[in-house]
């Protein structure tokens, strides 16, 4: 559980007098924050604590790195996601994905959101996060965390820029290009449905 | 806008009212776990204190070389030099005065 009251100063100089009290602490205290990032952006095959752990590792050992000019807590924002874009990197992109990969409710919400103008009704909304997973797996690390992160978690290029360190146009560019691909992946399955029916 | 955009933008739309889900707990024992493997993670030095240390070394040496240098000429500093005087005069005299 999170300690709201956690003094940040005393504590980072606890940590950095290698005080492992003070550090159990700090864990404890910036684990919702790091995990949430690790949930957002976790490879396929990679599991969640092996990635907040590592996290903690890397903010451990860079620790004599920050020097206060911004909150500790976006600090640790930025480590965060520059260690889930290495573990993306690492991890091979899906080639495609077809319609025989989608499960049955993965389906109906591909149905719905083609043939329907209408909006597709909220309770798919949980195999839609689904399929948009598997999609965004078929994207480069770079491009699926700017999705991820401008798409879906519906953040500024202010935003982007602070927690990647890339440039504004960057990022612009690089979203115009993955939602290319992204369209591109759906008139595929669109395509592949054609096929089988 | 294009029909394959507008079905991107329904998709993601209806993803992203999703549940998030409970507030997430961490794991028993943890943060125990994290504290234990941190002395493995060699602490890797900044840039700037790298800098630092390799400049005080570097200040350090080069004072060590000026000390023995000064100690190998000392002799020629500590002797009086009269006759580079005297030579020193003459040259100037040549020059100066036709």
Request: with cysteine; proline share 4%; glycine share 4%.
């Amino acid at each position: 559980m999170a300690d709201e009251t956690l003094d940040m100063a005393a504590c980072l100089t606890r940590v950095r007098a290698r005080d492992e009290d003070a550090a159990r602490q700090l864990v404890a205290h910036l684990y919702p924050l790091v995990i949430k990032i690790v949930r957002a952006h976790l490879p396929r095959r990679v599991t969640e604590e092996d990635l907040a752990q590592e996290i903690f590792l890397k903010i451990f050992a860079n620790l004599d790195q920050y020097r206060g000019a911004v909150p500790f807590e976006h600090w640790v924002s930025r480590v965060a996601v520059s260690t889930c874009l290495d573990a993306l990197r690492f991890h091979k992109r899906r080639p495609e994905v077809r319609w025989a990969d989608l499960n049955e409710t993965e389906a109906e919400v591909l149905d719905a959101v083609i043939q329907t103008e209408n909006e597709p009704h909220p309770a798919h909304a949980m195999a839609a996060n689904e399929l948009v997973g598997k999609l965004l797996d078929c994207l480069s690390a770079e491009d699926r965390m700017v999705i991820q992160l401008l798409d879906l978690e519906e953040k500024t290029v202010a935003e982007i820029q602070q927690l990647t360190g890339w440039g504004a146009s960057l990022i612009k560019v690089r979203a115009f290009r993955a939602r290319a691909k992204l369209r591109q992946h759906l008139v595929e399955l669109e395509r592949g449905k054609k096929t089988k029916s | 806008m294009s029909a394959e955009q507008q079905n991107w933008d329904k998709l993601v739309k209806l993803a992203r009212q999703a549940p998030k889900g409970a507030e997430p707990e961490m794991p028993l024992g943890f943060a125990t776990r994290v504290v234990a493997n941190w002395p493995k993670t060699a602490v890797a030095p900044s840039l700037e204190a790298i800098w630092e240390r390799l400049s005080l070394r570097f200040l350090g040496v080069a004072f060590a070389i000026l000390l023995v240098t000064a100690g190998f000429s000392y002799n020629v500093i500590a002797a009086d030099q009269p006759d580079v005087v005297q030579m020193t005069d003459s040259a100037l005299g040549v020059v100066f005065e036709p």
